[in-house]
């Protein structure tokens, strides 16, 4: 007997490197501050000091924070003339935070 056919299939499971990789990514995001500036990248590039004064934080916290979220692919800069313009990394990132944050709001329905 064939086993029942479901609309999806399982993604394969990661490899250790793979998780661990993951993990970081979520980590990063697990911290109040930075998802907040990845969130203030969602809609376009955003230069350093935009970032700090629409969040209401230092230039140097979020450089900080910017330096962490580069190095785990969740933003990427793009270098205007003098200053750094930061965006979302890729689609991917951004349909996750934006399917999450839709997921906070129907659970406070």
């Known amino acids: ?21 993951l ?3 979520f980590k990063m ?6 998802l907040r500036i990845v969130t203030a990248t969602l809609e376009g590039p ?3 000091g935009e970032i700090a ?9 979020v450089s900080h924070h910017l330096r962490l979220l580069r190095a785990t692919r969740l933003v990427s ?3 205007r003339g003098k200053q750094i313009f930061y965006r979302v ?12 944050i839709a997921h906070v709001n ?3 329905e």
């Open 1 to 21: 007997m064939a086993a029942p056919k479901t609309a999806k299939t399982a993604p394969p499971l990661l490899d250790d490197d793979k998780t661990a990789e």
């Open 23 to 25: 993990a970081d990514m």
């Open 29 to 34: 995001l697990g911290d109040p501050s930075r």
């Open 46 to 48: 955003r230069a350093v």
């Open 53 to 61: 004064a629409m969040l209401g934080l230092s230039v140097s916290l």
């Open 77 to 79: 800069p793009e270098r």
């Open 89 to 100: 990394h890729d689609q991917h990132v951004a349909h996750v935070i934006h399917d999450m």
């Open 106 to 108: 129907e659970e406070a």
